[in-house]
């Protein structure tokens, strides 16, 4: 079935830095993808969509200078967190549909927990 | 907007009891629903869907129905496992395209032997 791969699975970093975290479609390829970012004990907030080819669509109250999302190909979207800060600690995930099939749910990484110091 | 309103948890039961999760939603048109496992460190599985009303989704015991009249797809699993134990969301997504999921905010089922 329709696999995406998430990496790195755990990060820490210090305040300041920039952290990459990688979303890959393993066999199919997504024009879309969708970053959401989940806070202990809450659900899921979508943070931004990533278009292949152009520019991520951000939510409301999101940073897009804070978090850079590039789609460079079919198969990876990619967030950078820059200029980290602990209350950016959170674990993120990547999520996208696989347009081959029918009614295709969501599949998801498996999550990046990322830690600032 | 839409939304997703499941119960609060945590949820405590024993092994072999019955559990129900409890999950509405709002939605301008006529949404997919959808649940959704995490289990304790890992990202999100797809465990049931439906797409149109009156669909039964199942898996791995689980099951919901899609209830157009009460906008619902609450969660049953007639006798849970230690192995059950993680946090379920309930989402819908709006058409067939490329659209987000809506998550409710997850209910925590800890299931003990």
């Known amino acids: 079935g329709a696999v995406v791969s998430q990496h790195p699975s755990r990060v820490i970093c210090k305040s300041g830095t920039s952290v990459k975290i990688e979303c890959r479609s393993l066999d199919f390829q997504a024009t879309t993808m969708f970053w959401y970012r989940q806070f202990p004990k809450q659900s899921l907030m979508l943070m931004a969509t990533s278009n292949e080819g152009s520019k991520a669509t951000y939510e409301q109250g999101v940073e897009k200078d804070k978090f850079l999302i590039n789609h460079a190909s079919l198969t990876l979207s990619t967030l950078t967190v820059t200029s980290a800060h602990p209350e950016d600690s959170s674990f993120y995930i990547c999520?996208?549909?696989?347009?081959?099939?029918?009614?295709?749910?969501?599949?998801f990484g498996n999550g990046t927990r990322l830690t600032v110091t | 907007g839409d939304s997703v309103t499941q119960m609060e948890g945590p949820v405590t039961l024993s092994e072999e009891a019955f559990l129900t999760i409890n999950c509405t939603y709002t939605a301008t048109g006529y949404p997919s629903l959808f649940w959704y496992v995490q289990y304790p460190g890992e990202g999100l599985q797809l465990l049931l869907k439906?797409?149109?009303?009156?669909d039964k989704g199942s898996n791995k015991g689980f099951e919901a129905t899609y209830r157009k009249e009460t906008t619902s797809f609450h969660l049953e699993k007639g006798s849970v496992q230690v192995s059950d134990s993680a946090v379920y969301f309930c989402a819908l997504a709006e058409g067939s395209g490329n659209t987000p999921l809506v998550f409710g905010k997850g209910t925590r089922l800890s299931v003990i032997a």
């Open positions: 999520s996208a549909r696989d347009p081959g099939q029918n009614n295709s749910p969501l599949h």
């Open positions: 439906a797409t149109k009303a009156d």
